[in-house]
């Protein structure tokens, strides 16, 4: 068996992971010793991982199979007992982050750039996670940037690729490389913390669905759970086959990346609930027959009826949502007198929330939900906690919207992202606001008055860590409220994204648009974003 070889190498700037992950060009992944320096970096972030168990995986994108190989033997040159790895490569995150916690792993790395494109021209990411299952926290992400700028050398060990396509353990220098079925034991779960036979009663009596998985990796989950388990038409689950470019598409749950989806719960013979994941399944879009289920609602729908699911019989311990993410959920909260907590956008700030078991439900408004069943956001989670409210209700997705209007009200929200902006620019906007905000409250913006603004800093309960400048919060009298903070995972130029809500107790049937455009215009107010990005319109608009 070969030993390890020293590979000489020196520091690449620029690889500090983002909101989730590194991510970069899918070229820029394939230059000589980009991937290698980071995984090297990694392995320093975990604590090393000599004697230790690895989850692996990824979302089947282009280099997903390249990646795994070169990841596979580094870990065994380092030392590692196990790695633990999808067939083919594959895992979505929330079945990584599951096998993490079942075997017991130190950690795990999921090749993805979520939602980004993928493909040669297209985007490529690598998550950490850590042994709760959950994505690495900012101290471990921090450890990790450090190490990648002090690198000089990584170890690797020289062999043939292994037969990713065959479960069953093989061995690369020391280190047994143990491939696994990525779906089963994720379904397993699933049965177990909801309702099968009711949902299956309810498809045999003939409800329908769509469940739209954008050729990216919860094809074969869904397949399996939906159709296979639950009885859903053949064919209920399209775009089901992984491709390594997403069939050229953008895999985004969302109107705009799933428009055919979208449209198609509007035109007749609409199914009666009509759902689409990510890239790495940790997203979800619920559409009902007419109907659009914005995340944010989705969040609080979810809180007000999640007892009907046997895994949460017994109610919520708390709620989280990330402090872009519309205070929908929160009035749930105060209405059954839940915990609730506002957390910086991504995933791993809810990690110390759940692990204490301070919350149950989490949720973000970039179409993330998710619960204490595993620390991730979980795409197939939400669609089944749907689908088993409706088996118990007997009621419509937009019969459970209206009548959740109808009890909290409507909390009207959107968001609003500019894209490849100048970087300069973006920054310089963020600043210039930043700057501005000790004085604002008090002052007319277009329409509104400022009440409250503040640059958003985040004190996690649990172990007391903080977070600053993660967002700038904008409250008018009234209650609207506007975000706005640049994306942390993209990767040209800045996306600036802004977030708008405005609450109505009493009335549910205006155009979301029409019903926030005095929060749109007192941002220009606020901020002269028209003039200073030159850009009229946003380009993605959910
Ligand atoms: C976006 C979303 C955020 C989400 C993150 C990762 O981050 O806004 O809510 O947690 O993507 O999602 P940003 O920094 O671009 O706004 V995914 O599905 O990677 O894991
Ligand atoms: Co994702």
């Known amino acids: 068996m070969s030993a390890p070889i020293r590979v000489a190498t020196r520091p690449i700037p620029g690889q500090k992971p983002g909101t989730s992950g590194l991510r970069a060009k899918t070229r820029v992944f394939m230059q000589p010793h980009y991937l290698e320096n980071f995984v090297e970096a990694v392995w320093a972030g975990l604590g090393g991982i000599a004697g230790k168990t690895l989850v692996l995986g990824g979302d089947g994108r282009y280099f997903n199979d390249r990646a795994a190989q070169v990841i596979m033997r580094m870990a065994a040159a380092s030392g590692a007992s196990r790695v633990i790895v999808g067939q083919n490569g ?8 599951h096998l993490i916690r079942t075997r017991g792993a130190d950690g795990g790395v999921i090749l993805s750039a979520s939602h980004n494109p993928g493909g040669k021209d297209g985007d490529l990411g690598v998550k950490v996670n850590i042994s709760n299952g959950g994505p690495a926290p900012e101290a471990v992400t921090a450890r990790i940037h450090a190490a990648t700028q002090a690198l000089e050398q990584y170890l690797i060990v020289e062999s043939q690729d292994l037969d990713l396509a065959r479960p069953g353990r093989q061995r690369l220098a020391e280190t047994v490389i143990e491939v696994v079925d990525p779906v089963a034991d994720y379904a397993d779960l699933m049965e177990r913390l909801f309702d099968f036979s009711a949902m299956r009663a309810l498809i045999a009596d003939g409800f329908s669905l769509r469940f739209d998985a954008m050729h990216a990796v919860t094809g074969p989950y869904a397949i399996e759970i939906l159709e296979r388990r639950l009885g859903a038409e053949p064919g209920s689950v399209i775009n089901a086959v992984p491709l390594s470019d997403f069939g050229g598409g953008h895999p985004d749950p969302n109107p705009i990346w799933a428009k055919a989806l979208h449209d198609a719960v509007f035109a007749p013979q609409a199914p009666d609930l009509a759902a689409a ?3 790495d399944g940790d997203r979800n879009m619920i559409l ?13 729908v979810l809180a ?7 895994g949460y019989a017994g109610g919520l311990a708390g709620v989280a949502r990330s402090m872009p993410t519309s205070t929908a959920v929160d009035r749930v909260a105060a209405a059954r007198g839940l915990p609730c907590y506002a957390t910086p956008t991504g995933w791993k700030y809810f990690g110390n929330l759940l692990d204490a078991g301070r919350v149950t439900l989490c949720g973000e408004e970039s179409f993330g939900t998710g619960s204490d069943h595993v620390p991730e956001k979980d795409g197939l989670w939400a669609v089944l906690m749907w689908l088993n409210i409706l088996a118990a209700t007997g009621k419509s997705v ?35 606001l930043r700057s501005s905000l000790p004085g ?19 004190t996690d309960p649990v172990d007391g860590s903080s977070s600053t400048g993660q967002g700038i919060e904008i409250t008018f009298e009234g209650g609207a409220r506007a975000v706005l903070r640049l994306s942390g995972t993209g990767t040209e130029g800045a996306t600036l994204r802004l977030y708008l809500e405005r609450y109505s107790p009493d009335d549910p049937s205006l155009d979301p648009q029409a019903a926030l455009t005095p929060v749109i215009t007192a941002v220009e107010a606020l901020t002269g974003l028209t003039c200073r990005t030159g850009r009229t319109a946003a380009d993605v608009i959910t």
């Open 90 to 97: 594959l895992l979505s995150t929330p079945a990584a982050s």
């Open 277 to 279: 994941s990510d890239g």
């Open 288 to 300: 009902g027959r007419g109907i659009y289920v914005s995340p944010s609602d989705s969040l609080a």
């Open 304 to 310: 007000a009826h999640a007892h009907l699911a046997p």
């Open 398 to 432: 937009a019969a459970i919207l209206h009548d959740h209007w109808a009890e909290f009200g409507r909390t009207y929200y959107s968001r609003h992202d500019y894209e490849a902006l100048d970087a300069d620019v973006a920054q310089a906007l963020i600043e210039d």
């Open 440 to 458: 604002l409250a008090g002052d007319d913006a277009g329409p509104l008055r400022v009440s409250r603004a503040e640059d958003f800093a985040y």
